[in-house]
Structures are given as structure tokens and as C-alpha cells.
Nanobody, 115 residues
């Protein structure tokens, strides 16, 4: 059973930065892709950024140029560096790991950006 543990969320002022971490219990080489999603109450969970096993990345238009996803294979960890944060980035951020047969989710970490 794969476990994903997120950390790094918190309260930050608009324009500030946070770095989220997602530590996997197993080797992240086994995942086709890992990504970050976010969700606000009453809305669907949306993709923020994704990184494939080959290192290709993709971002939601709303975070392009501000967020960067990266991975450290030695530490089995994926990061989301968030800069120039805006109040509309406030959400619960979830880590996701995708295999051909199953999708794993972390428990989520709250990010709150004050104006």
C-alpha cells in the first residue's frame, strides 16, 4: 500500500511563497506520474501541476510562471514551489501518484493566502 504524506502548507500573505512536499512510502519510479491538485469547498478537485516519470511537466494556466513542480527520486519526494501567491490560490492541496492501475492520494494540506 502506497502512502503519500504532504507537508509545507500554511498561511502566507499575497505575494509570498510556500513549498509543498509529498513524500511517498515507496519508490516514485513506480509511478507513471505524480501531481498536485487543489480543491476549495463546493468545487471539484483541479489539477495544478504534474510531472511524469521522464520528467515532463504540465501546469494549469492559472499557475504557469508562478509554480514549479519537481522531484527528488533519491528521497521519493515531489515538491511544488509556489511563488507570487494570490488569495485565489487558497485551497487544500493534494498529492497524487498515478500507476497504470490505481491512483493514490495524500491527505491534503491547507494553503491559505491572505490579501
Amino acid at each position: 500500500q502506497v502512502q503519500l504524506v504532504e507537508s509545507g502548507g500554511g498561511l502566507v500573505q499575497a505575494g509570498g511563497s510556500l513549498r509543498l512536499s509529498c513524500a511517498a512510502s515507496g519508490s516514485i519510479f513506480s509511478f507513471n506520474a505524480m501531481g498536485w491538485y487543489r480543491q476549495v469547498p463546493g468545487k471539484e478537485r483541479d489539477l495544478v501541476a504534474i510531472i511524469t516519470s521522464s520528467g515532463s511537466t504540465n501546469y494549469a494556466d492559472s499557475v504557469k510562471g508562478r509554480f514549479t513542480i519537481s522531484r527528488d527520486n533519491g528521497k521519493n519526494t515531489v515538491y511544488l514551489q509556489m511563488n507570487s501567491l494570490k488569495p485565489e490560490d487558497t485551497a487544500v492541496y493534494y498529492c497524487n501518484a498515478l500507476t497504470p492501475h490505481i491512483s493514490y492520494w495524500g491527505q491534503g494540506t491547507q494553503v491559505t493566502v491572505s490579501s
